[in-house]
């Protein structure tokens, strides 16, 4: 796993309250890791935070999923 | 129209000196002081360095991490007094008409360090706002109300009242009106505070509120004596389940005591100093007692505001005399923020409580720390100076008065 994947899951276990072997690339923040809106916005600030990256609403309202946040990261991170 | 009346059946509390209603008052009758040094954070640089912090509390045990961490500590505190309220209670959540079922909360302040803690990490930043989406919630004050509705399912009026160190006597005496009105069967009142932060200390330390006396401050809350030099913060939480009197009896519940008044009146005079002749406390306490429809000598023992602070102690001493006259040097008087410091918000719920376990207990709790007479105070007051005292009594009076001259005053007594 990346190193970007790991502290992408470290973050979702802080904030979430969940299990480390909930997070899959699969698993949705809202249907299956339990956030509710609030927490969705608050896990995409902790990632701007986390790699120093700003991500655009826009682009923050496409990352519904553990998968697409390490994707979107490992993409925009370092370029 | 005939009023309901409105009974006690349940109390939680955590306390600078004790994180249960037991704990607390047999610190209260046994004269334990809740202060010590400052450990929420470094206060080395500040004019006070100590303050009445409720100790040894894992709020894990009572509110899971993920939800915790979307509260202040005024909310934890108001959850963990309620928990214990609503069993003590003994309520039946299932067969309970929760739709019936109000809270009505009380704080000066709210979330003062979620605020403090958010800004200052702001202040750290390029200027880029980067607000976590729970500031809002974890700030306002009205969430502690809102939080307990949601614990419970309680569906019934819920606000939070915000007047200064008035605010939980507000809480009550309105939930007290909807009850005895037929609008709720209960209530759960209560109030807290979690201001022992930077901004809190600094703040009242600012307007020169605060006890200076560092080098100990378990003497430092000492109401009434010569050289008291400012309040002592305090923090933590008192919880009151309010009940319909018939309501109470027909599901057996254990009855504490009977609220039977409340008044509220206003200084209209200054922002932080009280009105030099007691003038909004003489109202307060008046219209308490027009309220209960009893007479000044009905008032066994009076849990003052005596907050320790040079002005404010001997104007409420002259309130109480000029509406209680001869009748003032019989009665028992003593202020618990002696002990637990002063819970700002707060105060009215933990002195209410202070109040009816000493109904239950016929013993007054002291005013401790007394070493010097005050040539400003009458002797003939019984102040009930550093130990507890074993009286009679069957009605008892809290005063709870607040920075914007807010005054409000119950009374309860023991059920006949």
């Known amino acids: 796993m990346s190193d970007i994947a790991q502290k992408v899951k470290n973050i979702i276990v802080e904030k979430l309250g969940v299990e480390e072997s909930e997070v899959t690339p699969e698993a949705s923040f809202t249907n299956d890791l339990g956030a509710d809106s609030l927490d969705t916005v608050e896990l995409i600030m902790e990632f701007e935070k986390e790699f120093n990256l700003p991500i655009p609403d826009d682009e923050a309202e496409k990352i519904s999923t553990v998968g697409l946040a390490i994707e979107y990261l490992e993409k925009h991170i370092g370029k | ?416």
């Open chain 2, 1 to 416: 129209m005939t009023f309901k009346r409105v009974v006690v059946t349940g109390l939680g509390a955590l306390t600078p000196i004790g994180n249960d209603v037991t704990t607390y008052w047999n610190n209260l009758a046994a004269g334990v002081s809740g202060a010590g040094p400052i450990t929420k954070f470094d206060a080395s640089k500040f004019r006070t360095q100590f303050a009445c912090e409720v100790k040894g509390l894992d709020v894990s045990q009572y509110i899971p991490r993920q939800e915790a961490r979307k509260m202040d500590a005024f909310t934890h505190y108001a959850l963990i007094a309620t928990d214990e309220a609503v069993r003590d209670a003994e309520l039946n959540l299932d067969t309970l008409d929760k739709n019936k079922v109000g809270v009505i909360w009380g704080s000066g302040i709210g979330g003062l360090k979620s605020f403090e803690d958010e800004m200052i990490d702001y202040a750290k930043g390029d200027g880029t706002p980067r607000i976590n989406p729970f500031f809002i919630v974890r700030m306002i004050a009205d969430s502690a109300s809102g939080q307990i509705s949601m614990r419970y399912g309680f569906r019934g009026t819920n606000y939070v009242t915000v007047s200064a160190c008035a605010s939980t006597n507000n809480a009550i005496i309105d939930a007290f009106n909807y009850i005895r009105l037929g609008r709720l069967n209960m209530c759960v009142v209560g109030g807290s505070e979690a201001a022992v932060t930077k901004a809190g200390i600094g703040g009242f330390n600012a307007n020169r509120a605060l006890s200076e006396r560092n080098d100990s401050p378990q003497t430092a809350s000492r109401p009434y004596d010569k050289d008291r030099d400012g309040f002592v913060m305090g923090e933590g939480a008192g919880s009151i389940i309010l009940e319909e009197y018939e309501h109470a009896q027909a599901r057996g519940a254990k009855i504490y005591a009977e609220l039977i008044g409340g008044g509220m009146s206003s200084d209209a005079y200054h922002i932080t100093a009280p009105h030099p002749e007691g003038l909004g406390a003489f109202l307060g306490m008046q219209d308490a007692l027009n309220d209960a429809g009893i007479a000044p000598e009905e008032i066994d023992y009076i849990n003052t505001h005596g907050t320790s602070t040079p002005i404010g102690d001997p104007q409420e001493l002259k309130a109480i005399h000029q509406l209680f006259g001869e009748h003032s040097f019989k009665m028992n008087i003593s202020s618990t923020k002696s002990m637990t410091g002063h819970l700002l918000g707060a105060a009215g719920a933990v002195e209410a409580i202070a109040c009816i376990k000493a109904l239950e207990h016929q013993l007054v709790p002291p005013t401790i720390n007394h070493f010097t007479n005050d040539d400003e105070i009458d002797p003939r007051f019984n102040l009930t100076f550093n130990v507890a005292q074993a009286r009679p009594m069957t009605t008892v009076m809290s005063n709870a008065f607040g920075f914007g001259g807010h005054n409000a005053i119950v009374i309860f007594r023991k059920l006949s």
